[in-house]
């Protein structure tokens, strides 16, 4: 009531530029109450992206979420003629500001006086229909110029639905929040929480360690680098421990692993991969009782549900979690499908999957002539379902590109639908790397290969009109210094030849035939980073993907020194 008295109305789109806080859904749910739609966005948006999305969108009034987000926007904000009003989650008006500034305080007490006044919100709740838009969600930009996702109130409100056969929320439940609000893997979790009467926590990357053991939460969803932390810390710790116990840990994994195949579906096969394994279960329980238990101990020891979504899940994690009794509900969704298609079912798990298509909705897999394909043959994926977006704001050209007359949205994606339902992806079209010699490669399965190496900490696979692959490698420096040789005087010989011998040795032992590479798929360049790829040099999305033609752009020096002839 109180964004009412600012002039908001059915229709309108106000601008939400804030991060993780129980200030964020207010606003948010706010807004979508008044039959208005929000253009989310986080803090760290640059102004010349905030000054596209605000113009583009037609936002008239902008929730910010605190000074420091309006003093860095505020030029910005100056030259933006339509825009009328800025609100603040925390803070409040100062001389000089560029448009009247209230505080979010302030906007809710202006909505106390109208229920003084008899004003009720359920007026405009049950005047907005399922077809008004609920939000427009701008992309994050992997591939270039942002395009607003229109979202309804049916296409968000069908995932809230499914996400309970999925993750049963009940009031005992504890959500720790770690993604962007604004993000829709993050929003869809956040709301199904909320309608189900969880307690929702909000943390952050630098806190999420102590919050785990704190809060003890009992759901988590976080995007695939997440899990990959967490993973990669705790075989840290392993590697820390004495020469026998490290290879106790390491032959009681190996068990696990294969005990746990004759429980996993191999869903090319709709059963068990190695029945066999079970012979394995004393193992397995020995494992348990001296290093998983201890591991689960350190995230809380009070989880059942984790849900990894918004990007590939490397398959060494999507084991590794499963194995020590934390098992990933891997899901696959993309902004356009508000966000959820398909996610992995706890009563069958099938890791390397993102499980079944959720109720509603259908999946179909072509080859590029529009062909579908049969079950286990590799194309792009296509959606249709009652959460498949309206269509790009203001972008008539783009939507038809990718969104057909009878509701058919192309995804982009390759992967592969299995007997059982169960949907496999393998790549994106867009990132198929072709050689000079015509062949197709997909970057990512590599990229998860490398990702294997403690010494490789962030990798890049590049090479679209090469001869040969190329990577662009970020080392983990600790773990790399540790595996130099050493001189007469006991110090790491720290030379780039070194250096590079080390990663190479690396990045042959991974990707060499016997793990299933062809030749044309073999790294055999690469060039060692000294700057790692992270959100502030905008080379990652806010969930933590490589958005690859910034770095191919940015790292033009290094590209060219690795492909001199």
């Known amino acids: 009531l109180g964004f009412s008295t600012l002039g908001v109305r059915a229709g309108d789109r106000v601008g939400l530029f804030a991060d993780n ?70 803070g409040s008006f100062k001389e000089g500001d560029p448009r009247p500034v209230l505080s979010l305080d302030e906007v809710r007490e202006r909505g106390r006086r109208r229920i003084e006044d008899g004003a009720r919100i359920e007026e405009s709740i049950s005047a907005t229909r399922g077809t008004d838009t609920a939000t427009i969600v701008y992309t994050s930009g992997t591939t270039g110029q942002p395009k607003g996702v229109v979202l309804t109130h049916d296409n968000v409100l069908h995932n809230i639905r499914a996400v309970p056969g999925v993750v049963d929320f009940t009031t005992d439940d504890v959500f720790l929040s770690i993604l962007p609000a604004w993000h829709m893997f993050e929003r ?113 020891g009070n989880l059942k549900v984790l849900v990894s979504g918004g990007g590939s899940l490397p398959p060494h994690v999507d084991r590794f979690f499963d194995v020590v009794g934390l098992p990933l509900l891997n899901g696959y969704g993309l902004t356009e499908t508000a966000p959820l298609v398909s996610v992995r079912r ?84 867009k990132d198929t790397i072709v050689l000079r010699g015509g062949e197709n490669v997909e970057p990512e399965p590599i990229e998860n290969a490398l990702r294997l190496s403690d010494v490789i900490d962030q990798v890049i696979v590049v090479g679209q009109d090469r001869k040969q692959l190329g990577a662009l490698i970020v080392p983990d420096e600790e773990v790399l210094r540790q595996k130099l040789p050493v001189g007469p005087d006991g110090a790491p010989i720290d030379t780039p030849d070194e250096r590079r011998k080390v990663v190479r040795g690396e990045v042959s032992r991974l990707l060499d035939r016997a793990r299933g590479f062809k030749p044309f798929e073999q790294v055999r360049r690469f060039a060692l980073l000294d700057e790692p790829f992270s959100v502030e040099s905008g080379e990652l999305t806010e969930t933590l993907k490589p958005k690859r033609h910034v770095i191919l752009r940015k790292r033009v020096a290094a590209l060219a020194e690795m492909f001199a002839e």
């Not at 080859?367 to 286990?376: K, V």
């Not at 939507?399 to 057909?404: E, F, G, K, Q, Y």
């Open 346 to 429: 706890r009563d069958r798990p099938a890791i390397g999957t993102v499980g079944p298509a959720i109720p509603g909705t259908d999946v179909d897999v072509r080859d590029a002539n529009g062909r579908s394909l049969a079950a286990g043959e590799v194309g792009v994926l296509f959606v249709k379902g009652p959460q498949v977006m309206s269509g790009y704001y203001k972008d008539r050209e783009t939507t038809a590109r990718v969104l057909s007359d009878d509701g058919w949205f192309d995804t982009g994606d390759l992967g592969r639908r299995h007997a059982n339902g169960d949907i496999e992806i393998t790549g994106r079209a």
């Open 21 to 90: 806080s129980i200030r964020w859904i207010l606003s948010d749910l706010a807004i979508l109450s008044l039959g208005a739609a929000d253009v989310p966005r986080g803090t760290d948006t640059p102004p010349a992206e905030a000054d596209y999305l605000i113009r583009h969108s037609g936002a008239r009034i902008v929730v910010l979420q605190d000074r420091r987000v309006l003093d860095e926007l505020a030029p910005t904000l100056s030259d933006i003629a339509d825009l009328q009003c800025i609100v603040l989650q925390e």
């Open 188 to 300: 869809l979790i956040e709301y199904a929480a909320v309608s189900k009467g969880c307690l929702t926590i909000y943390t952050s990357k630098k806190t999420i360690k102590r919050d785990l053991v704190r809060e003890r939460p009992t759901a988590l969803a976080a995007v695939p680098r997440v899990w990959e932390i967490l993973h990669d810390e705790a075989r840290k710790r392993l590697g820390e421990r004495p020469a026998p116990l490290r290879l106790l840990a390491s032959t009681l994994l190996r068990g696990s692993e294969l005990y746990r195949a004759s429980r996993l579906i191999d869903p090319a096969r709709n059963r068990p991969a190695r029945p066999l394994g079970r012979l394995l279960a004393p193992v397995h329980a020995l494992g348990e009782r001296m290093v998983y238990s201890k591991f689960r101990g350190a995230l809380g």
